[in-house]
């Protein structure tokens, strides 16, 4: 396990963090999807490959995407990744949510205009040296719900509604 991440400025090289490689993704179109309550939804536009140089190393995923719900949207929503196809969540979950982190709440109750963020960085440490794919996922709590990213709901043109852009970023850093 990793416990400090360094440059390679010659400080706490013994502990790893010296950066390896990083790969990306950045998806900048609309794009609606529909959740499954407890099921997790795969983003297959934000995907990640990634060949380890060493069993050692581990991985800092960093995600950033713009979307808004639409309809009365519970609080219970989590943010996650997919590695190789299973989802990664907290162990021992039960029948709580379980992701990376929780989805940002905006403070406009307006779900046609006002965009929400699904974001998180964490440090995953597979111990393979094998290809992994990392794909952003949600997992929502509540039920099924209508899901925009990178734009409003409504998605008109005028100052009132916003749009952005996902990024989805893998960095191989060297372990211990």
């Given amino acids: 396990m990793v416990s400090v991440i360094a440059g390679d400025d010659g400080f706490n090289t013994?502990?790893?963090?010296?950066?390896l490689q990083t790969r990306y993704k950045v998806f900048k179109d609309p794009k609606n999807f529909t959740t499954t309550k407890m099921t997790p939804t795969v983003i297959n536009e934000l995907?990640?490959?990634?060949t380890p140089k060493s069993a050692n190393s581990v991985f800092k995923l960093e995600l950033c995407m713009p979307y808004e719900a639409q309809g009365s949207f519970s609080e219970n929503m989590m943010v996650s990744a997919t590695?190789?196809?299973?989802?990664?969540a907290p162990p021992n979950v039960g029948s709580r949510v379980g992701g990376i982190?929780?989805?940002?709440?905006?403070v406009d109750s307006d779900n046609g205009k006002t965009l929400d963020l699904l974001s998180f960085s964490f440090i995953d440490e597979p111990a393979t040296t094998s290809p992994i794919v990392y794909t952003a996922a949600v997992i929502d709590g509540a039920g099924s719900h209508?899901?925009?990213?990178?734009?409003?709901i409504s998605d008109l043109d005028n100052d009132q509604y916003e749009r952005g852009m996902s990024t989805f970023i893998v960095t191989e850093l060297s372990g211990t």
Wanted: charged share 10%; net charge positive.
């Fill in 14 to 19: 013994s502990a790893g963090g010296i950066l």
């Fill in 47 to 50: 995907t990640v490959s990634i």
């Fill in 83 to 88: 590695r190789n196809g299973s989802f990664i």
């Fill in 101 to 106: 982190a929780p989805r940002t709440i905006s």
């Fill in 146 to 152: 209508n899901i925009k990213i990178n734009a409003t």
